[in-house]
Nanobody
Framework: QVQLVESGGGLVQGGDALRLSCVAS????????IAWFRQAPGKEREFVAATKWSTDRTYYSGSVKGRFTISRDNALNAVYLQMNSLKPEDTAVYYC?????????????????WGQGTQVTVSS
């Protein structure tokens, strides 16, 4: 069974950086798409970034493009989200999600598997 485990969240000040990790297990991920979403209190879960396991293509939401970078380490089955120049509005629970068909989408319904989330809090 596929499992996604996020880590790396924490409390930081505005302007700081964090790197989130998502380690996947339970399948061969060559054909998967992996995405990061986030959900702030009282708000819907929103797309942040995504990549396909087998390509170098990356996708970002407008609010994080230029500040966040998604990358992966195939040997470790890990996907990372490097977050720079953090802002208080980046405060949210960050989730890793996987689609076994390799389809990248900004909608949560697309994804087959989800991690438990990791909290990121950015103070002003």
């Amino acid at each position: 069974q596929v499992q996604l485990v996020e880590s790396g969240g924490g409390l930081v000040q505005g302007g700081d950086a964090l790197r989130l990790s998502c380690v996947a297990s339970g399948d061969t991920f060559d054909d998967y798409a992996i995405a990061w979403f986030r959900q702030a209190p009282g708000k819907e879960r929103e797309f942040v970034a995504a990549t396909k396991w087998s390509t170098d293509r990356t996708y970002y939401s407008g609010s994080v493009k230029g500040r966040f970078t998604i990358s992966r380490d195939n040997a470790l089955n890990a996907v990372y989200l490097q977050m720079n120049s953090l802002k208080p509005e980046d405060t949210a629970v960050y989730y890793c999600a996987a689609d076994r068909g390799g389809f990248v989408s900004k909608t949560t319904d697309t994804y087959d598997y989800w991690g438990q989330g990791t909290q990121v809090t950015v103070s002003s």
